[in-house]
């Protein structure tokens, strides 16, 4: 069995995703965490959970929105953390990439939810665009937050930036860009991590992996993602199932 512990189900460019599921539990995905950015897809996304088995849900706000965050938020997210479909929070974290980007805000809103999580009991699941080196910095400044754990979604970064990031106790996601022809410096990276630390994801409907990049992503593609990573460190398909499977078990408590 897999797990896809980073999708977006309710993206409106996944056409009929009741049968995406299907044919992923076809193809041997049978858990899914879908995941939302602000406070209306985090009500959708535990809303879907709750109507269908093996669907869980990671909440919270996503960088580009750190402005909307407030102590109302707040409240919301707490409130729909109580939902034992509830599995994290996020996706959270800082994004230099955007236009105009209020980099101090998304750093004050970022320790804010990490605050939050750690008092729900909750793993955060960390988005990061060209900001690894305030990412590191504020994760060891809190590191006293991160007691339930969490992971470095669809994670491309140097073997460097993941040793620190191991050194936090942290996991490593990773999704269909280490499938693409181009991405040897994140396979070698993948080389240096242990197989008891990383976790698959899709981020569907973005990034499929290879050969399917031109097409939309979703849950269907984690055994894609599986076998390739299967190749990359020189065990079987079978090895990277049970391990990565166990944790996302462990982490998410699903």
Same mark, same amino acid.
């Given at each position: 069995?897999?797990?896809?512990?980073?999708?977006? #189900?309710?993206?409106?460019?996944?056409?009929?995703?009741?049968?995406?599921?299907?044919?992923?539990?076809?193809?041997?995905?049978?858990?899914?965490?879908?995941?939302?950015?602000?406070?209306?897809?985090?009500?959708?996304?535990?809303?879907?959970?709750?109507?269908?088995?093996?669907?869980? !849900?990671?909440?919270?706000?996503?960088?580009?929105?750190?402005?909307?965050?407030?102590?109302?938020?707040?409240?919301?997210?707490?409130?729909?953390?109580?939902?034992?479909?509830?599995?994290?929070?996020?996706?959270?974290?800082?994004?230099?990439? #955007?236009?105009?980007?209020?980099?101090?805000?998304?750093?004050?809103?970022?320790?804010?939810?990490?605050?939050?999580?750690?008092?729900?009991?909750?793993?955060?699941?960390?988005?990061?665009?060209?900001?690894?080196?305030?990412?590191?910095?504020? #994760?060891?400044?809190?590191?006293?937050?991160?007691?339930?754990?969490?992971?470095?979604?669809?994670? /491309?970064?140097?073997?460097?930036?993941?040793?620190?990031?191991?050194?936090?106790?942290?996991?490593?996601?990773?999704?269909?860009?280490?499938?693409?022809?181009?991405?040897?410096?994140?396979?070698?990276?993948?080389?240096? #991590?242990?197989?008891?630390?990383?976790?698959?994801?899709?981020?569907?409907?973005?990034?499929?992996?290879?050969?399917?990049?031109?097409?939309?992503? /979703?849950?269907?593609?984690?055994?894609?993602?599986?076998?390739?990573?299967?190749?990359?460190?020189?065990?079987?398909?079978?090895?990277?199932?049970? !391990?990565?499977?166990?944790?996302?078990?462990?982490?998410?408590?699903?």
């Amino acid at each position: 069995m897999y797990i896809d512990t980073h999708c977006h #189900l309710l993206d409106e460019k996944i056409n009929d995703i009741e049968n995406v599921l299907k044919r992923a539990r076809e193809l041997n995905v049978q858990k899914f965490i879908t995941c939302a950015t602000d406070l209306n897809s985090s009500i959708d996304a535990v809303k879907f959970a709750d109507s269908h088995d093996g669907v869980y !849900a990671s909440i919270g706000l996503y960088p580009e929105y750190a402005q909307q965050y407030n102590d109302q938020f707040e409240s919301e997210i707490a409130k729909l953390a109580q939902n034992k479909k509830v599995v994290a929070i996020g996706e959270i974290g800082l994004d230099y990439s #955007l236009l105009d980007c209020d980099r101090e805000k998304q750093k004050e809103v970022f320790a804010r939810q990490l605050n939050l999580a750690n008092d729900l009991k909750k793993p955060i699941v960390i988005h990061c665009r060209e900001a690894y080196g305030d990412l590191i910095t504020l #994760l060891k400044s809190h590191r006293n937050l991160l007691k339930s754990g969490g992971t470095c979604h669809c994670f /491309t970064a140097s073997k460097e930036i993941a040793s620190e990031i191991l050194k936090l106790d942290l996991h490593i996601s990773i999704g269909g860009v280490s499938t693409f022809k181009n991405a040897e410096n994140v396979r070698n990276m993948l080389k240096t #991590l242990p197989l008891s630390r990383i976790l698959l994801e899709t981020d569907s409907p973005y990034l499929a992996p290879h050969p399917f990049r031109s097409q939309i992503n /979703t849950p269907c593609f984690i055994p894609i993602i599986a076998h390739s990573l299967a190749d990359t460190l020189g065990v079987s398909p079978e090895e990277i199932e049970v !391990a990565t499977t166990t944790n996302a078990r462990r982490l998410f408590n699903i």
